[in-house]
């Protein structure tokens, strides 16, 4: 029996969900666990697989579209089932499956002319003066000011679909004839992924309502350095390697052993001292920032964490983390020294209690003994929640954290 299925919840924190991609076509038959179509989450880009065989009798929603769990997406059901009452059912708020691009005339081509589909004619109104588009690019073309009577429509019946938007909003807008050698282009309109609407929120609200302060040292980093030198000397002959930043997250881990207050997280009526050492790690990628978690880093190797924190980066800039390897962190590291800055702080990730921001490995002149020496020095900022860690606490582990970073041999206790 024909039946209308919603977006699933792909994840716990999930709260919508932008369809990146259908996997299967109307009509296609739909087996157990086939890919029915990737849906990008707040935290990843997820698979959707079937849970029922059935086929797919009815997309409902385009490409791109941004929805909420359970919307409907689509209809599943046998070939040749009536599906017209659960389309009265739904009325007029579903969206049109964008229609596939119209090729190249060959005559366009000879004539020298660009790549890229025609434009399409102009729309032709409806007899109440209307134009043809679905209830999301009117919504996107309402933001952005646009009269959807001026854009071409590609789909059926000269209908203004999302991609006849999309393409007039990124491309340049003529310029009246003048004595400007130049043309005055807009700003390029990027849509908002449901990881970046996350990432704003989520910041957004750490910035308001968890009361921040920052500690700022300056570290002698040439032992981590040298360390450094010394362990990748040995692992080379494996092809292995470290990072200075993989030897910062271990004497993050062995400070937070030393100095547990700092391992904390207010938990609204209580505050919740961890017992295991979870560093989330901030890791770049285009849609912005992720962190996964580095689970009981205080007992692992450098040579173990370094491994662990190249893999889950690689997977974390394919967008393939699970939603659990970016939860249930205790205390977050973000390194930036990677692109020079030698300064920063960072905005704490709730519930964590504290971030620290770590800056560029310098060489400059320091003063040894009475005498101007050659030095290798490293600023770090530890982000504080004040309602978990005050002054003192965050002093102690930073006076920890130095130790450990001035003293290598330390994690290896």
Not at 188 to 200: D, G, H, N, P
Request: overall charge negative; some cysteine.
């Amino acid at each position: 029996m024909a039946k209308i299925v919603g977006l699933p919840k792909l994840s716990p924190t999930m709260e919508e969900g932008t369809l990146a991609r259908w996997a299967k076509r109307e009509g296609e038959r739909v087996a157990i666990d086939d890919l029915i179509a990737e849906v990008e989450t707040d935290k990843a880009t997820m698979e959707w697989r079937a849970f029922d065989a059935g086929v797919l009798l009815k997309i409902l929603v385009a490409e791109g579209a941004v929805l909420a769990p359970d919307a409907p997406v689509a209809i599943f059901g046998e070939v040749g089932e009536d599906i017209s009452a659960l389309l009265a059912d739904l009325g007029g708020g579903i969206v049109p499956e964008a229609a596939p691009a119209p090729p190249l005339a060959a005559a366009s081509l000879a004539a020298g002319s660009p790549a890229g589909p025609p434009l399409a004619a102009p729309p032709s109104p409806r007899a109440d003066g209307r134009v043809l588009a679905s209830p999301i690019v009117r919504k996107q073309a309402r933001e952005h000011d646009v009269d959807l009577s001026t854009i071409g429509g590609s789909g059926p019946g000269g209908r203004v679909i999302k991609r006849d938007l999309d393409a007039y909003l990124a491309g340049p807008r003529p310029v009246a004839a003048s004595s400007m050698p130049y043309e005055r282009l807009p700003p390029r309109i990027e849509k908002l992924t449901s990881m970046r609407r996350t990432i704003a929120r989520r910041l957004t609200e750490s910035k308001q309502t968890v009361p921040h302060f920052y500690l700022t040292i300056d570290l002698d980093a040439g032992p981590l350095v040298r360390a450094r030198k010394q362990l990748n000397a040995e692992l080379e002959a494996d092809g292995e390697k470290v990072s200075v930043n993989d030897l910062i997250l271990k004497a993050v881990a062995v400070a937070l052993r030393r100095v547990p207050e700092a391992n904390a997280s207010f938990m609204g009526d209580a505050i919740h001292v961890h017992q295991v050492v979870d560093i989330s790690v901030a890791v770049a990628i285009p849609d912005g920032l992720v962190t996964p978690v580095v689970r009981d880093a205080d007992h692992k190797s450098v040579r173990d964490i370094a491994r662990e924190v190249q893999e889950l980066a690689g997977r974390a800039k394919q967008k393939k983390l699970a939603p659990e390897e970016m939860m249930g962190g205790t205390f977050s590291l973000s390194n930036l020294g990677m692109y020079g800055i030698e300064e920063f702080a960072a905005v704490i990730n709730p519930p964590e209690g504290c971030i620290l921001a770590v800056g560029a490995v310098r060489d400059e002149p320091v003063v040894q003994n009475g005498e101007v020496v050659p030095g290798t020095r490293m600023k770090v900022t530890l982000s504080c929640d004040h309602r978990v860690v005050d002054g003192a606490i965050g002093a102690r582990w930073l006076a920890a954290f130095r130790k450990v970073i001035e003293q290598p041999v330390l994690m290896l206790l």
